[in-house]
């Protein structure tokens, strides 16, 4: 078991209010770590703040030893801490895979000036990105669909295809903000299945979630927030027995010593 992401004493205020306070978690290589909450508990904040959307106001993050504080998204992107959104941010207008090919852009060599001048190549790593994102499509199983119209797919397709935009990049930590909104009940098996399979290739997985289904039973440690505080933090079974957390978040129903 190593430590792969470190938070220590992480704060976020906005003016007066304070969205994460004094917050503190590790997020080890033999885990699938969940961070849950009520509604305005600081999930997002504290993703956002770890993957460079904003600026913490104190504490500090370390991937592997190395602080993020300070890095912008693309210095933490090129590091391996890729992220998804809780929107789906596609481009509507464009087909299935070339919103996966915008995904490895940013880790491309040639710059616009460049590509103006230099035909070759720029053909060059645009054949390079269409055959990473094939690859990507198929990984997630939307290779048949690679000439859709991203507009004309369902929503649970859509999420499929953002996760697969976001290992176009080569991951080494995924960061995945509630990856399972607006799923049925059978696209959130379809998605764990997938989730356990990336996490089975080597890509540690940090996700934000309210699906209790897909917590439960997809994550092996958990992270509970509640007001921007650090309430509890344990295995699934853990969690759920745990007086706290099934006041501030869980209800009753998931008290199994009951």
Do not use: W
């Not at 969940?34 to 991937?63: C, D, F, H, Q, R």
């Amino acid at each position: 078991m190593a430590v792969i992401l470190e938070i220590n004493h992480l704060t976020k205020k906005f003016g007066g209010l304070t969205a994460v306070n004094d917050f503190s978690m590790n997020v080890t290589d033999d885990n699938i770590h969940a961070l849950i909450g009520p509604n305005g508990s600081g999930k997002t904040t504290t993703i956002n703040m770890i993957s460079g959307v904003l600026e913490a106001t104190s504490g500090e993050i370390l991937y592997k030893g190395q602080s993020l504080i300070g890095k912008s998204s693309d210095e933490i992107s090129r590091m391996g801490i890729v992220r998804t959104f809780q929107n789906i941010k596609l481009f509507d207008s464009l087909s299935v895979i070339e919103n996966a090919m915008v995904g490895g852009h940013a880790f491309t060599n040639v710059k616009m000036t460049e590509s103006l001048l230099n035909f070759k190549k720029r053909a060059e790593e645009e054949k390079m990105l269409r055959e990473k994102a094939e690859e990507a499509l198929n990984y997630v199983g939307l290779y048949d669909l690679r000439n859709e119209n991203v507009k004309n797919m369902p929503y649970g397709k859509q999420k499929m295809l953002e996760l697969g935009r976001s290992l176009m990049s080569d991951p080494k930590v995924l960061l995945l903000d509630e990856p399972a909104a607006g799923l049925t009940p059978t696209e959130r098996m379809e998605l764990m299945h997938m989730l356990e399979k990336i996490f089975a290739k080597g890509v540690n997985l940090f996700l934000v979630e309210h699906n209790m289904d897909v917590v439960m039973n997809l994550c092996h440690q958990i992270t509970v927030l509640s007001f921007g505080v650090k309430i509890a933090e344990n295995d699934p079974t853990g969690i759920q027995n745990d007086p706290e957390v099934i006041k501030a978040y869980l209800g009753e129903r998931y008290n199994k010593r009951a």
